[in-house]
């Protein structure tokens, strides 16, 4: 932790980049808005300051969590942190036309009310840097659809975590199909109960056993996007 | 418990016994314990002052903060009741809240379709429940798979035959193969097919609710099922303090027919409640309390189960815990407070984390069960197969855990000093040096005296190398498939197996075969 007094303006880029590494990780959301508007004052393009202070940093931080170091209460505090980072970020990113690092829309099925996996999925994905909009739990088709053409998203996430409702994310995809949209997102699917194969048989993209696992495939999806624009 | 007569009467001039008689004598299997009356004092971990303040909080929380209840209907009763309600939000004031949960009976029966298998919840009386709602199997080859109607027949039969369990529960595993929208019917003619003791209600949809209470109503008559319980269904408070619509409608249908609800919050601590186990003891109960009291609103004075499932979370994943000491102390909180109001309570007994039927499987039950019993709980649910947090049922958790229960029956059944004159004869007898296994009193005492478990091995090394020095997850599931081998079907009056075969048929031709 940083105990120490540290003026975040007298330190080398360098130096102030580790730092803001350092302060992700302590879930320092107030030296992270500075450390940013920092770089940015001294010319850093906003896409060099979101991979290599903000992302980079969370990779640490996942990695961390991964390995039982960090835990979520913690993480939870460094992807708010990276969140506000991004606040200021995104409009710039916006304007100087930088790749996007992805807007997920996601929610919990049909039926069902399980949420903390969900939640939790939700808040590493925004810690990644990605724009996340949580449609809570009991989602019917409309309510996907609804907000596809309201955020066009790049990813759509679904949650379940009865048996019984499981089978309602074939309808959504199905849905998507019916109308043609279906092949203009990534559709991930998540919950305990679900596997590879179920992933499979409903028609997503891919079936995601955990909050990193979720952020990991997001990013492969995104970097596949960018690659086939490019 | 005592053996019936065996008829060994081949040939007349016979004496009949030795071998044959011996083994026939032993093998009579056992049908059902009656229902556990502990017979040990319930342990309170917390002085009165402290279960007291843990009370005043949670009635604090439910007039200041409130609890949701998001279903008209249930909103509706609350405003006739007087309490202060704001869309969905009710706020409910000490006196009316302990009014209605006086109404609830501190003891009541549940009827079995055999009146043999029939018990009692409440006070002193426990209940040994089997787990539900496992989508996976770790099946008798040891691989972890969905679940198919095959294996929930199996588990039924299981615990049909397992002594000390007094409950089928219902949908021990999903039958995954079978249509969502068609699945209950399956599941609860399961039950009712392949035992005869008291089973458990569904409760995903109202439509779902009334399926099962028709299916009860062919076994018991719908004149019987509409006052006398035959079941138990578990609506879940989505904690933080929510009530939703889905769980409203399945307690509209069976408290409206006297039929027990659980009302005991599944709250993953720490995720659902506060990082503190007096702090998520408080808000439980709240939620638990403001669930008891809508149902007397729906039926006053049905009978109703009160409780929790506590567990902690794990904060390197977000995933439930099982076994931890804070899930055994918050029983013991738990269990302080059903008895200060008079309410039969439900906690869980061998809930496990483990994915195997491992050493991790048996720390964390024996620590939950042993808190189960000493905390006094009455309905004692997941009580067998359940692994995985709840996610896998396994054939070898199964079989152990039934094991088990025998020997915790015996336990919360006290010690019992009926023989203990004999006993102090048999020293006597003996006197010093000598060994007690051949008095007449070891004789006629060493086949009850002591617990017998069969998959627990206490064989010498080279005896267990001889026999394939298998571990315990394997003799589990040779267990299991040795009691299903063994199994026979209770009987069921043909017209009752006609008339839900047709109920079965009729509601097919009506359901659609998948969500949506
Ligand atoms: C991109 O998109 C993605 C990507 C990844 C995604 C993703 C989406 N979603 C999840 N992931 C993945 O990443 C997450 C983070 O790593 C992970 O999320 P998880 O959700 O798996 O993990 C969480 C961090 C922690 N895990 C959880 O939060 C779920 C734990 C268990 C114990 C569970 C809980 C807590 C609850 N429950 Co429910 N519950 C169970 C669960 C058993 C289990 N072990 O999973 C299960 C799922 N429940 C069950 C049942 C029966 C029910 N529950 C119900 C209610 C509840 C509570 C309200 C009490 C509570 C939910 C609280 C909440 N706010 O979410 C009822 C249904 C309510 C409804 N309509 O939905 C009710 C029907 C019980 C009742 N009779 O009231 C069972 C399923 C039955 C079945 N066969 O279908 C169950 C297996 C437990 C059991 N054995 O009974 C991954 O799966």
Not at chain 1, 51 to 64: F, K, N, P, S
């Amino acid at each position: 932790m940083a105990d120490d007094e540290i003026i975040l303006s007298e330190l080398s880029d360098d130096e102030l980049v580790q730092q803001m590494h350092d302060d992700l990780y302590d879930g320092l959301k107030e030296e992270i808005e500075e450390g940013t508007q920092i770089l940015l004052e001294r010319g850093w393009a906003p896409y060099k300051v979101l991979t290599e202070a903000l992302v980079e940093g969370m990779r640490i931080v996942g990695e961390d969590f991964r390995d039982g170091i960090l835990f979520v209460p913690e993480v939870l505090l460094s992807a708010n942190a990276m969140k506000a980072g991004m606040f200021i970020l995104r409009p710039l990113l916006a304007a100087t036309g930088a790749p996007k690092q992805g807007k997920m829309v996601i929610g919990t099925v049909k039926g069902d009310i399980h949420d903390i996996g969900k939640n939790l999925v939700g808040m590493m994905m925004e810690g990644a840097g990605f724009d996340v909009i949580d449609l809570g739990i009991n989602n019917a088709v409309e309510k996907y659809l609804d907000a596809i053409e309201q955020h066009q998203p790049d990813i759509i996430g679904m949650s379940a975590l009865l048996t019984t409702t499981m089978p309602y994310m074939k309808v959504v995809i199905d849905t998507m199909k019916e109308k043609g949209i279906r092949d203009d997102y990534v559709v991930l699917v998540g919950g305990a109960p679900l596997n590879e194969e179920f992933g499979k048989a409903v028609g997503a993209d891919a079936y995601c056993r955990d909050a990193a696992v979720a952020v990991e495939t997001a990013k492969d999806f995104m970097k596949r996007k960018h690659n086939v624009r490019a | 418990m005592n053996a019936p007569a065996v008829e060994v009467t081949e040939t007349a001039h016979r004496r009949g016994g030795g071998r044959l008689g011996r083994k026939a004598l032993r093998s009579v299997p056992i049908a059902s314990f009656p229902t556990l009356v502990r017979q040990i004092p319930a342990y309170q971990m917390v002085p009165d002052e402290a279960v007291e303040l843990i009370h005043q909080e949670s009635l604090a929380i439910l007039e200041e903060v409130g609890c949701e209840f998001r279903d008209d209907g249930a909103i509706a009763l609350w405003k006739a009741a007087g309490a202060d309600v704001r869309e969905t939000r009710v706020r409910i004031d000490r006196a009316l809240l302990m009014e209605l949960v006086s109404k609830v009976p501190s003891e009541f029966t549940l009827n079995a379709r055999n009146p043999e298998r029939t018990v009692r919840v409440g006070g002193k009386n426990s209940i040994f429940v089997p787990m539900y709602g496992a989508p996976y199997v770790r099946d008798l080859d040891n691989n972890r798979r969905y679940g198919s109607l095959a294996d929930l027949n199996n588990f039924h039969k299981l615990a049909y035959m397992a002594p000390a369990l007094h409950s089928s529960s219902s949908v021990i595993c999903e039958p995954m193969e079978i249509a969502v929208p068609k699945r209950h019917l399956h599941i609860i003619h399961s039950a009712l097919k392949h035992s005869d003791k008291p089973f458990m209600g569904i409760v995903t949809s109202k439509e779902r609710a009334e399926d099962t209470m028709a299916m009860a109503g062919i076994v018991f008559g719908d004149e019987f099922v509409r006052d006398n319980p035959v079941l138990v269904a578990i609506t879940n408070c989505n904690s933080p303090l929510v009530w939703d619509a889905t769980m409203i409608d399945a307690m509209r249908v069976y408290a409206s027919h006297n039929q027990p609800l659980i009302l005991a919050p599944f709250a993953l601590c720490g995720a659902s409640t506060s990082a503190s186990a007096v702090g998520a003891v408080a808000q439980v109960n709240a939620e638990a309390l403001a669930g008891v009291a809508l149902t007397q609103l729906i039926r006053p004075g049905s009978p109703q189960i009160y409780g929790q499932f506590m567990v902690t979370v794990d904060m390197k994943t977000g995933a439930p815990m099982g076994g931890t000491p804070e899930a055994a102390q918050m029983m013991y909180l738990m269990g302080a407070l059903a008895r200060r109001y008079k309410l039969p309570w439900r906690t869980s007994g061998f809930h496990v984390g483990s994915k195997l039927n491992d050493a991790q499987a048996g720390y964390e039950a024996n620590m939950l069960m042993h808190a189960a019993i000493l905390a006094g709980a009455n309905y004692i649910w997941h009580s067998a197969g359940w692994l995985e947090a709840g996610l896998t049922c396994g054939y070898s958790k199964f079989a152990t855990d039934c094991e088990q229960l025998v020997g915790w029956y015996k336990y919360a059944g006290g010690l019992p000093f009926d023989d203990f004159k004999e006993a102090m004869a048999a020293i006597r007898e003996v006197g010093p040096q000598g060994h007690f296994l051949g008095t007449q009193h070891t004789l006629e005492h060493f086949e009850s005296a002591f617990f017998m478990p069969s998959i627990m091995d206490f064989n010498s090394y080279e005896q267990w190398k001889a026999e394939g020095a298998k571990d315990h997850d394997t003799r589990g599931r040779e267990k299991a498939r040795n009691m299903l081998a063994d199994y026979e079907e209770p009987k069921l009056d043909e017209g009752i197996a006609d008339g839900l075969k047709d109920l079965i048929a009729r509601r097919e031709e009506k359901l659609p075969d998948s969500v949506s």
